[in-house]
T-cell receptor
Framework: DTGVSQNPRHKITKRGQNVTFRCDPI?????LYWYRQTLGQGPEFLTY????????KSRLLSDRFSAERPKGSFSTLEIQRTEQGDSAMYLCASSPRPASGTDTQYFGPGTRLTVL | AQSVTQLDSHVSVSEGTPVLLRCNYS??????LFWYVQHPNKGLQLLLK??????LVKGINGFEAEFKKSETSFHLTKPSAHMSDAAEYFC??????????FGQGTELSVKP
């Protein structure tokens, strides 16, 4: 049983460049979540999908951010025209469609983005 | 709105002594609460969760937490700390919209 995987694990880029991260959820998990964690803080919600539908987006997700989940499998998170403030750990989580309404979310190892 | 507050940003204990990590929550309805642990360079791992069943919840690695509605608390405890317990711990509340709301985290240090 494989867990949530994320690629790349580390990304260093120059300000103004575009970056794309990938998340592969646990097989058969319907829900997929993206969070962002800055140094010394707890993770903050960015967006989530149920299958291929993007159901909620945080105000943190500016127009430069876009997430997709084609065919309800893996997901990508793209940041255009990166800024130094985008430097953070980007976490992906997945959960099975809950029967009770309470998710247990399983997290991947994260992608650490550094914008120079 | 729902939120959690972790009362200590850093806790230091000696190996073999009890651990207490404090968390208070705010919720307009009966919450679902979690504790996650994050070791350096590793992903978040679920320690335990409360979903309105038993108020004393047992988790992995000897941790447990007690839900106290009257005190709006969900403190995490362990009778005897081990060196491998050194990590960042997050108290989390589930939002009915589907997302998790994390506290600021408590860094646990364990001295030999």
């Amino acid at each position: 049983d494989t867990g949530v995987s994320q690629n790349p694990r580390h990304k260093i880029t120059k300000r103004g460049q575009n970056v794309t991260f990938r998340c592969d959820p646990i097989s058969e998990h319907n829900r997929l979540y993206w969070y962002r964690q800055t140094l010394g803080q707890g993770p903050e919600f960015l967006t989530y999908f149920q299958n291929e539908a993007q159901l909620e987006k945080s105000r943190l997700l500016s127009d430069r951010f876009s997430a997709e989940r084609p065919k309800g499998s893996f997901s990508t998170l793209e940041i255009q025209r990166t800024e130094q403030g985008d430097s953070a750990m980007y976490l992906c989580a997945s959960s099975p469609r809950p029967a009770s309404g309470t998710d247990t979310q399983y997290f991947g190892p994260g992608t650490r983005l550094t914008v120079l | 709105a729902q939120s959690v507050t972790q009362l200590d940003s850093h806790v230091s204990v000696s190996e073999g002594t009890p651990v207490l990590l404090r968390c208070n929550y705010s919720s307009s309805y009966s919450p679902s609460l979690f504790w996650y642990v994050q070791h350096p360079n590793k992903g978040l791992q679920l320690l335990l969760k409360y979903t309105s069943a038993a108020t004393l919840v047992k988790g992995i690695n000897g941790f447990e937490a007690e839900f106290k509605k009257s005190e709006t608390s969900f403190h995490l405890t362990k009778p005897s700390a081990h060196m491998s317990d050194a990590a960042e711990y997050f108290c989390v509340v589930f939002n009915q919209g589907g997302k998790l709301i994390f506290g600021q985290g408590t860094e646990l240090s364990v001295k030999p």
